[in-house]
């Protein structure tokens, strides 16, 4: 493979998965201070982690609720 038509007909036959793959190769992303505070976020202690670990407890106790919740418009 060795020219640029070459190279885009390959890509045109890659799977979602593989074209993301690829993207991620060509451009990395750098993790910025949001990624970190969300990685923070989900370790045990951490806010989401909390409000997942909540939700859980609803949902095995049959308290599960609409969300927005009803009026809340």
């Known amino acids: 493979m060795s020219t640029v038509a070459e190279i885009k007909a390959a890509i045109d036959r890659l799977s979602p ?38 939700s859980r407890k609803n949902a095995r106790g049959g308290k599960l609720m609409d969300f927005p919740p009803p009026g809340s418009k």
Request: some cysteine; proline content about 5%; overall charge negative.
């Open 17 to 54: 998965q593989e074209r993301c793959e690829l993207e991620a190769l060509l451009h990395p992303w750098a993790e910025d201070d949001w990624d970190r505070r969300m990685a923070a976020d989900a370790e045990p202690g951490g806010k989401l982690h909390d409000m997942m670990s909540e």
